[in-house]
């Protein structure tokens, strides 16, 4: 049973741009939502992540919004540069439960 | 501060054959995770090791299976190799047993033939 649906499966954004990766989930019992940024060959490395708590958080150029009432959590990216092309993944668990479910990832 | 590493990178098997992957946490990391990447289908959880017992497992059948030894390095054995079984094998480790976040590894590429 697939519990964090992710879309765009691919997205192509020019230099500059703003992208923008969404997930829901079904689960209400996550309460971690990180995203994970993963280059060819390479494993995925933790981007930013958030807590239900609060409705968004920003990093950078990162910026997780969280809509709790919806269920539903999404990535932006501003000011997109070649060096963000990668694949990237939401995932959602339960604290103190390390099983954390993937969404199936979008490439950037 | 080196990372998870992972041992082999890349593995060809043939259907029927067992397999041995191997995962070095980041020293001072006691929680060891296994996690399989197949195509299109994302990361999937496997198996968690902690303090070498395992703490949960993912929807995969008892084929699949692994340990943790004192020095907390873990293996995932797969027996009985299946096409299907054809995927990425990360390994992730915690500083905090249940608690993100996780520092994963570049995992062994395995092919099943």
């Known amino acids: 049973q697939q519990q964090v649906k992710q879309s765009p499966q691919s997205l192509i954004v020019q230099k500059g741009g703003i992208s923008i990766i969404n997930c829901a989930y079904e689960?209400?019992?996550?309460?971690?939502f990180p995203w994970y940024q993963q280059f060819p060959g390479k494993g995925p490395a933790l981007l930013i992540a958030?807590?239900?708590?609060?409705s968004e958080k920003k990093e950078g150029r990162f910026t997780i919004s969280f809509n709790k009432s919806a269920k539903q959590f999404s990535l932006h990216i501003m000011d997109s540069q070649p060096g963000d092309s990668a694949t990237y993944f939401c995932a959602a668990s339960i604290l103190g439960n390390e099983k954390l479910t993937f969404g199936t990832g979008t490439r950037l | 501060e080196a990372g998870v590493t992972q041992s082999p990178t890349h593995l060809i098997k043939t259907r029927g054959q067992q397999v041995t992957l191997r995962c070095s946490p980041i020293s001072g990391h006691t929680s060891v995770y296994w996690y399989q990447q197949a195509l299109g289908l994302g990361l999937q959880f496997l198996l968690w090791y902690d303090e070498g017992e395992e703490r949960n497992r993912g929807n995969f059948p008892p084929r699949f299976s692994g340990r943790q030894f004192p020095n907390y390095s873990s293996e995932l054995n797969v027996n009985a190799l299946e096409l299907e079984d054809s995927a990425l094998y990360l390994c992730?480790?915690?500083?905090?047993?249940?608690?993100?976040?996780?520092?994963f590894g570049n995992g062994t590429r395995l092919t099943v033939t």
């Open positions: 689960n209400t019992a996550f309460d971690y």
């Open positions: 992730a480790s915690s500083l905090v047993p249940g608690n993100s976040p996780l520092h």
């Open positions: 958030i807590r239900p708590d609060v």
